[in-house]
């Protein structure tokens, strides 16, 4: 197939450019930008006017809920979401039923994803058999079958003796190690924020101790390792301080932000919105604050939705019994936008923590459209409007509080691998 978009404005963080550039494909490949190579005859042309033609996403942290757990989401469900919201490749936790801990397991949801032939799927091993932080996983027949890095998902590892081990042995074979500091301890019982809210709301509050306490150790073990470290989901403002120290000592250590972070904060919470209940928790106003200026400044090094679909009966009760997570695939785009917008940030910027930037970190050639890389492309209009409905939801999570909003950004076509995937319906 040879696709030929025309028309589109060019945004491609990793090449430096944004101008008014063609773009053409064949057999999964751009062959060439701006002027069509010799003998090139499309088979299809994509009308891009007065749109934004950019490297398809890639989400970090997305929960697939397959192996196990089809009665919150489907692989089938969960990547139309993907493709449908312009993410052609995510990464997903090991935090499946069973865990991903086993090469079979792996090697089951890699071909079902390839069959599908939607987005591209990067599973993270387990850190720990079962994620239960005793027993070290098999790393190297897991990073075979098909792992890209070694995760506990939102789990810890308490014993640090297995921890260090987990490091040393993450670091002699060059495997990255994400974690999510938290120190279960001090966060055990907490649903919200440690705070003047949570006080108020009589909610059981989750202290930034437990970030902090988490990082200070985390870092402490990496560096005596010289275990790569990815610290994944930063919800502080002090947590931000600890990371920047380290990078000041020289420490290789590389950290995200979840998208309802840079938007949301404890006050957010209103009347016990269980739509609310993340984790880690939303922070304070400062520490929201904080960390929308480290995504700009690049401390931060990327975005992740942290798509985490959870079914209607999970989410319709009390607060405190609620389970944590929203849905975020299909919004991960509009919301980069709107923090972009409102941070008076280039366009080009906002895409590259969510393309080149996220590339990056996962260790992937992708997130460009160099010639001779693979067509993955995303194709939106950052100014046309999207209200945000359970019926507008391809995902089978429609837990987000952003539900019966509306959001600039809508995709118009994402291809992957040079097959156009998605099309939105046309406007009436």
């Not at 773009?23 to 090139?40: M, N, R, S």
């Not at 890095?149 to 789990?155: K, L, R």
């Not at 907490?190 to 202290?207: F, K, N, Q, S, Y």
């Not at 739509?275 to 929201?288: I, S």
């Amino acid at each position: 197939m040879k696709i030929h978009i025309r028309g589109g404005r060019l945004v491609d963080p990793a090449q430096d450019i944004d101008a008014p550039t063609d773009v053409f494909i064949a057999a999964g490949k751009v062959v060439a930008l701006g002027t069509a190579p010799d003998g090139f005859h499309a088979n299809r042309v994509v009308d891009a006017r007065g749109q934004v033609v950019a490297p398809g996403l890639i989400d970090l942290c997305a929960r697939l809920r397959e192996p196990g757990q089809e009665y919150r989401a489907t692989l089938e469900s969960e990547m139309a979401a993907a493709v449908a919201g312009g993410v052609t490749s995510l990464a997903c936790p090991p935090d499946t039923d069973p865990v991903l801990d086993e090469p079979g397991l792996v090697e089951m949801l890699k071909h079902r994803a390839r069959m599908l032939n939607l987005a591209h799927v990067y599973p993270h091993g387990a850190l720990t058999v079962g994620l239960k932080g005793e027993r070290l996983t098999e790393m190297g027949e897991l990073t075979d079958a098909g792992c890209i890095a070694f995760s506990q998902a939102n789990s810890s590892v308490d014993n640090s003796q297995v921890l260090f081990r987990a490091m040393q042995y993450a670091a002699t074979f060059g495997y990255t190690v994400w974690l999510q500091p938290t120190d279960p301890h001090l966060a055990a019982g907490g649903v919200a924020h440690d705070g003047e809210i949570a006080a108020r709301l009589g909610l059981v509050g989750i202290p930034v101790l437990a970030e902090t306490l988490a990082i200070g150790r985390l870092l402490q073990l990496a560096r005596s390792t010289g275990c790569k470290l990815h610290l994944t989901r930063i919800s502080s403002r002090a947590g931000l301080m600890l990371i920047d120290q380290a990078r000041l000592d020289g420490m290789q250590v590389s950290c995200d932000v979840a998208i309802h972070a840079l938007h949301l904060c404890d006050v957010d919470i209103g009347y016990f919105d269980p739509q609310c209940r993340t984790v880690p928790p939303l922070r304070a106003q400062f520490d929201r604050e904080a960390l929308r200026a480290a995504l700009a400044d690049g401390r931060i090094d990327a975005l992740c939705s942290d798509h985490t679909p959870v079914d209607d009966d999970a989410k319709q009760v009390p607060f405190a019994e609620a389970e944590p997570g929203t849905t975020g695939l299909e919004l991960l785009l509009p919301l980069t936008l709107a923090w972009a917008r409102e941070m008076q940030l280039p366009l080009s910027l906002a895409l590259a923590r969510i393309t080149s930037d996220a590339a990056r970190v996962l260790g992937l050639d992708a997130g460009h459209l160099r010639v001779g890389s693979a067509a993955d492309v995303c194709i939106f209009d950052p100014e046309a409007p999207l209200r945000i409905t359970r019926e507008s939801l391809r995902s089978q999570g429609k837990n987000t509080p952003w539900l019966g909003r509306e959001v600039l950004g809508r995709v118009s076509a994402t291809l992957v691998s040079g097959q156009v995937v998605y099309e939105a319906p046309a406007a009436r």
